[in-house]
DNA sequence: CTTCTACTTAGATGGCCTTCTATTCAGGAG
DNA sequence: CTCCTGAATAGAAGGCCATCTAAGTAGAAG
């Protein structure tokens, strides 16, 4: 017995992803799989206050602001961030869940190198996959 | 202060990913971000002995086999998989160093219920997105 | 050596995706 | 109201990607 059978890894690699589960899964990785969204979600994430506007993400890129607005919108309709007008600017942030869901995938994955598993249960949600 | 500009949350949210990083990144995410190749992953994964036949993978999907050996390629490219021919069959196997460094960079978020953050450091390597 | 099976490579096709320019919408200022 | 700025939408162009069929390679078996 080389793997114990029981929850040892990753929700990857534990038991077979379903069809659908799959599919929900590759919209929200599919918005994160380029460049720019993932510094995007990244300079939201890290700005000050937990929300960027828009025209604080323009200026460090060399794209136009349409298709910056293009990403944005992409990240948006994953469920990744979500946005705000407030008066002349609009302000996006992250949605931790969203962003957790991704993380617990791939995240525990006890590797080669198995940890003495002192954090079990610490209120994560690394099972909440199928919930979506 | 309403962020304490510390160690807080997941690597993406923590500080702008540099744009080397997340080029980088892109291409393993653009890897898994496809229905057919997340399941993949998953079976190989979740796979007793932690590898897979490719013949146990194309029974599973409504693809011809060019197609799927296509898409393990994408996976060995990207560095998520390492595939190895004994005899007639090919077997593939998780390369778990690569599924660590996605869980890594959007694991832990603390999100808006922040924990009372009791597994600081344990050994894992949450930080380690770097040195690829 | 020939043949069969498992898998990969080569090349082509259709669709999606990123980016642009041009236009439109939303709010504030004069 | 009119003008200006910030941001989103519309539509088009070009490139990349998933999939297929056809052909090639690797190993076992006769």
Redesign the interface.
Same mark, same amino acid.
């Given at each position: 017995m080389? +793997?114990p059978t029981g929850q040892c890894?990753?929700p @990857?690699?534990? /038991? $077979?992803?379903a069809?659908q589960t799959?599919?929900e &899964?590759?919209v929200m =990785?599919?918005a !994160?799989?380029? $460049? !720019?969204r =993932?510094?995007l =979600? *990244?300079?939201i %994430? *890290?700005h000050? %206050?937990?929300e960027a506007c828009v025209c604080d993400l323009t200026g460090t890129f060399d794209l136009t602001a349409p298709t910056i607005s293009h990403h944005l919108k992409v990240l948006r309709t994953a469920g990744l961030i979500d946005g705000e007008r407030r008066g002349t600017w609009v302000y996006y942030r @992250?949605i931790? /869940?969203a !962003?957790?869901k &991704?993380?617990?995938?791939?995240? $525990? =994955?006890? %590797? *080669? +190198?198995p940890? $003495?598993a *002192?954090?079990a249960a +610490? %209120?994560r949600t690394e099972l909440e996959l199928l919930p979506a």
């Open positions: 080389t +793997v890894c990753a @990857i690699a534990r /038991e $077979p992803l069809e799959a599919a &899964l590759a =990785l599919k !994160v799989a380029d $460049p !720019v =993932l510094r =979600l *990244s300079m %994430g *890290s000050a %206050g937990g @992250i931790p /869940e !962003v957790n &991704l993380g617990a995938l791939f995240a $525990p =994955l006890a %590797g *080669s +190198v940890e $003495p *002192s954090q +610490v %209120g």
